[in-house]
């Protein structure tokens, strides 16, 4: 059942983004938060896993965001490749940005949880990376606005 139901998900997905650029950012954005969440299935310390959990939830919100950006940048400039549209070139740029900033986020989550002892800034590193890639999401869909 699984398989079909990703099948229908991929039709979805094709239908709503397209083949090419914005299919990519958004799909790279659901990678980086994917790797976010595997990082935090190992974390033994309670303290530093509800932390982390909290940023998770934070960063997956920002999930659909992302997703109604691509949807919108499909709509008005199709891609079925990898040309960026002149007009639309800042809010790839900021979704790259945010595709980035996840995957450095979810490696300084990594990085704590290898950490020996107690971490003595918490999750700090973790939460700036974090409040990048949610200004980075802001960022593109400010800029799809205009």
Known sequence: MGFIREALASRRDDAELGKGLWRRAHDR??????????????????????????IANTLAALLPR???????????????GLDIPGEFAAVHRALSRAGNALATTAEAAAMLRLAVGPVPMGALSVQRRAAAVVEHVEEAERLLDH
């Open 29 to 54: 954005f659901r990678r980086g938060l994917d790797r976010y969440h595997q990082v935090l299935e190992g974390i033994d310390d309670d303290g530093l896993y509800n932390e982390l959990a909290g």
């Open 66 to 80: 992302v997703r109604a950006v691509c949807m919108e940048a499909q709509r008005r400039s199709p891609s079925d």
